[in-house]
């Protein structure tokens, strides 16, 4: 199947490379990233325009925020209206609920198919192929669509209607944030106090407070700053302040992820924006 994707960046790029590798031909656009080798040997096409994806039967973004989602998509130059009637798009990028809504406006103006489909994971973990999505579409829309995104993430949950993904992936980081906030706080603690980060580590691991996130960031909680950036702090900043956007829609209030988002806050305005959530200890050391 020929597929457009916009947004190749850290994330979107292994998406991208995983299905090229399954057979479909992948016409890329983004203005911020060149053709390199890696996109050239997996046979990945670079548009210099969006409306050079505009001709594929599905595209799929994976863009940071909500204003370059609207940049990209909507309005009379955007890339619904460029696709026209009866195009398939899936919106992977987290927007929020508000945001969601307002594309969907756009895409049924112009008869755009629209899924969106969130992912829970980092960047290793999409590259690894054992990300998870959780869609939002009809039916119809997630049987079509749901053979393609099987090509590049573990698991496909159909969790409702459009929006309901990122509902869902909200509130799945709700968890991941006072989870990651959670173990910075204690190894600070442990360490502070002389006991050996390791050993702790250890502990934590075959303990009541052990699961899979602590398993596999292992190496950056040990070790940050060595690893790689996998889930940057500005990422996470972004869910947790859209949570709570939604929790208010909702009336209800949200204290521990109020808290959390703070301390990104603090963590941000002392430069750690860049830095994986794994690093926070450094940030709460200086805070």
């Given at each position: 199947?020929?597929?457009?994707?916009a947004?190749?960046?850290?994330?979107?790029?292994?998406?991208?490379?995983?299905?090229?590798?399954?057979?479909?031909?992948?016409?890329?656009?983004?203005?911020?990233?060149?053709?390199?080798?890696?996109?050239?040997?997996?046979?990945?096409?670079?548009?210099?325009t969006?409306?050079?994806?505009c001709?594929?039967?599905?595209?799929?973004?994976?863009?940071?925020?909500?204003?370059?989602?609207?940049?990209?998509?909507?309005?009379?130059?955007?890339?619904?209206?460029?696709?026209?009637?009866?195009?398939?798009?899936?919106?992977?990028?987290?927007?929020?609920?508000?945001?969601?809504?307002?594309?969907?406006?756009?895409?049924?103006?112009?008869?755009?198919?629209?899924?969106?489909?969130?992912?829970?994971?980092?960047?290793?973990?999409?590259?690894?192929?054992?990300?998870?999505?959780?869609?939002?579409?009809?039916?119809?829309?997630?049987?079509?669509?749901?053979?393609?995104?099987?090509?590049?993430?573990?698991?496909?949950?159909?969790?409702?209607?459009?929006?309901?993904?990122?509902?869902?992936?909200?509130?799945?980081?709700?968890?991941?944030?006072?989870?990651?906030?959670?173990?910075?706080?204690?190894?600070?603690?442990?360490?502070?106090?002389?006991?050996?980060?390791?050993?702790?580590?250890?502990v934590?691991?075959?303990?009541?407070?052990?699961?899979?996130?602590?398993?596999?960031?292992?190496?950056a909680?040990?070790?940050p700053?060595?690893?790689?950036?996998?889930?940057?702090?500005?990422?996470?900043?972004?869910?947790?302040?859209?949570?709570?956007?939604?929790?208010?829609?909702?009336?209800?209030?949200?204290?521990?992820?109020?808290?959390?988002?703070?301390?990104?806050?603090?963590?941000?305005?002392?430069?750690?924006?860049?830095?994986?959530?794994?690093?926070?200890?450094?940030?709460?050391?200086?805070?």
């Open positions: 199947m020929d597929i457009g994707f947004g190749i960046g850290r994330m979107g790029r292994q998406f991208a490379l995983h299905l090229a590798a399954a057979g479909h031909r992948v016409i890329a656009y983004d203005p911020y990233v060149t053709l390199d080798d890696e996109l050239e040997l997996a046979g990945i096409e670079l548009a210099a969006r409306e050079g994806i001709g594929t039967p599905l595209t799929i973004s994976m863009l940071p925020d909500p204003a370059s989602a609207r940049e990209l998509l909507g309005g009379n130059k955007g890339l619904f209206a460029h696709a026209g009637s009866g195009h398939r798009h899936v919106l992977m990028g987290t927007m929020g609920r508000a945001a969601v809504a307002e594309l969907r406006r756009e895409a049924e103006h112009y008869g755009v198919l629209l899924a969106d489909a969130p992912v829970s994971g980092t960047v290793s973990a999409a590259r690894a192929k054992t990300i998870t999505t959780m869609v939002g579409a009809s039916d119809e829309l997630f049987a079509a669509i749901q053979p393609v995104l099987a090509e590049f993430t573990k698991a496909q949950f159909h969790v409702g209607e459009l929006g309901a993904g990122n509902i869902v992936k909200l509130a799945v980081n709700v968890v991941v944030g006072a989870v990651n906030e959670s173990v910075n706080e204690a190894l600070l603690m442990a360490t502070r106090a002389g006991v050996d980060r390791e050993l702790f580590y250890e934590l691991r075959a303990g009541a407070g052990g699961g899979n996130f602590v398993e596999y960031k292992r190496e909680f040990l070790n700053g060595t690893t790689g950036v996998d889930a940057p702090v500005t990422i996470i900043h972004k869910d947790l302040h859209l949570a709570e956007e939604l929790a208010a829609s909702l009336g209800i209030d949200l204290p521990g992820t109020r808290a959390n988002a703070a301390v990104l806050d603090r963590a941000i305005a002392l430069g750690f924006a860049a830095s994986d959530m794994s690093d926070l200890a450094a940030a709460l050391e200086r805070s």
